[in-house]
């Protein structure tokens, strides 16, 4: 952990910050939920408007980015109600039940967390997730748990909502319900597919021809073929449209839809345009175990922009060692499925795998962090991180990255065994990783070339100051000035944000008062200009045993982010 070991009492830290002001990497900004979106217990921050930037510039150098001051590049966030039960996102539930079997009545939530993640506490697990949730949203689509908003701008609040990035004007796209349909494309530069079932859109880049294109996934639904089936199964694929053409890509293994129980699935999820060829990044099926349908972390190329081109075909390329089927025999399963969730235009690409239930890491069945060196190689290749805050065994998510090779995402932040044991507690990261396109202005000079808590970079070491008022549990997406869109907890008493006691990682919010709390928030992480890595300043790790009597215990209390599939840790 990248994290000083001693105790940093209150008095200590006051004195400490009154002769280091404002230093600091980050300004916290918390990005309030629009007053129209009423009932939400958490929202999160989950994109971050792009930025066009020259050179090394960002908003580490500069105030403004391409005629954008840096407060103002806009943040999407979404808010749940109760905890979410099924992916809103996903194309499949847990992003692994490819037979649709899982998620018909309570004992499915129950078996699933057994197998996949070996909590302890499974049963309350999945009473959260049936009786708060899904057990009211599978028969009535009106119900509404998930609700979104753009800052400053559109809300969506009458139906389930989840934004998956924001363009360049700061237009959502992602996925809503409408009609009777659960999942359905939501987007706003382009018109979508048509004649599909359930659609999902993820982003949308404008190429150098001019043409906006929007990626994401079609599907196919199939009736049950007998009554012990249930309701509805869907087959996917990979899909890029333009607003007149939807191209479909096929999935890697051949023959039908359906192989047995299982269904064929397949995602795209990013997509840059590199010499005049499209590189997007996802997931697609390919034969497994038997007729198990893999879906496995995958690069999609093109041979053309012009997608109504008879003769532009699509190759699929799985990354290799994220296969489900990575272990040391053919037949062994050591991930449960993987999807390489974003690329930028060095080609450098970010993912992660879903470790097996039957074969956890150091105490964890969680997601494996990888990073793609070069996707555009003959055979793409997986590499997974480790030393420093990504400690053997750690669970997380690489969630985006930038043309500066940042990436950010959640990490494990303790080494609590998972397995017979509780989810462990998590922090929001950056990674600026080091390959030859990176730039060491931004690399080495500010983040001393090194992956961090961002907890470590908002720390101005003012105990009072706004910073202390926030810790960063999730970073969901960045660009190229830097601003960050992250998911904090805040400290709270009687209704009124404070600073939390201390400015260490671990810290008491309110003391021992019975009315602090701490809420799930949306926040921008905003580069402080001229801010270099001279002005990072580590949390420290409070060591002192308190006696409570009630009240809020910190970080150290709180199970959060109870968001299921790929984007998001497995639950």
Known sequence: MTCTKFKLTTVAALVFAATNANAALYQVVEVATPSSITGASETFG?????????????????????????????????????????????????????PFQYIQEFDDFENYCYRELRYSTCESWAQNRWNDTWSKERNDLTYVNAKAFVEDGATFESRNTVIN????????????????????????T?????????????????????????????????EPTNTSEPDKAFA????????????????IRSG?????????????????ESNSLFYGVGYNTADGNGDLQDMNASVFISKSLDLADSANTWTTKEISGAEVKSGSSNDDARYSNSVATDINDNLFAVGYSKRNGYVPESGSAGNKIFIVTDASAATPTATYLSGGIFFGGS?????AVNNFNEFVGQIDAETTREVDGSERRHRGFIYPYNVDSSIDERRVDIFNGQAWWLDDLTNDGNVSGDNNKFRIIDASDINDAG??????????????????????????????ASNAVEEVVAVKLIPIAGATKADIQTRSTDTEKVDRQGGSLGWLTLTVLGLLGFRRKFK
């Open 46 to 98: 989950v994109a971050i408007q792009p930025a066009t930037v020259t050179g090394t510039e960002s908003c580490f150098t500069t105030g403004t980015v391409g005629s954008v001051a840096c407060g103002d590049f806009k943040l999407a966030g979404e808010t749940r109600d109760t905890v979410e039960a099924v992916s809103y996102r996903e194309e499949v539930p847990f992003a692994m039940d490819a």
């Open 165 to 188: 990035s924001l363009d360049d004007n700061a237009q959502p796209l992602g996925v809503k319900s409408e009609g009777d349909i659960r999942n359905n494309a939501l987007f706003t």
């Open 190 to 222: 382009t018109a979508g597919p048509t004649g599909t079932s359930e659609t999902r859109a993820w982003k949308a880049i404008t190429a150098s021809n001019g043409t906006v294109y929007n990626v994401g996934s079609v599907s196919e639904e199939f």
């Open 236 to 251: 996917s694929k990979a899909a890029i449209w333009d607003g007149t053409t939807t191209k479909e890509i096929d999935w």
């Open 256 to 272: 039908d839809a359906q192989q047995g129980d299982y269904f064929a699935q397949g995602s795209m999820r990013s997509i840059v």
């Open 395 to 399: 669970s997380g998510e690489a969630k």
């Open 483 to 512: 601003v960050i869109s992250a998911t904090a907890i805040k400290c709270t008493v009687d209704g009124t944000t404070q600073a939390y006691d201390t400015t260490a990682h671990n810290s008491y919010c309110g003391g021992a």
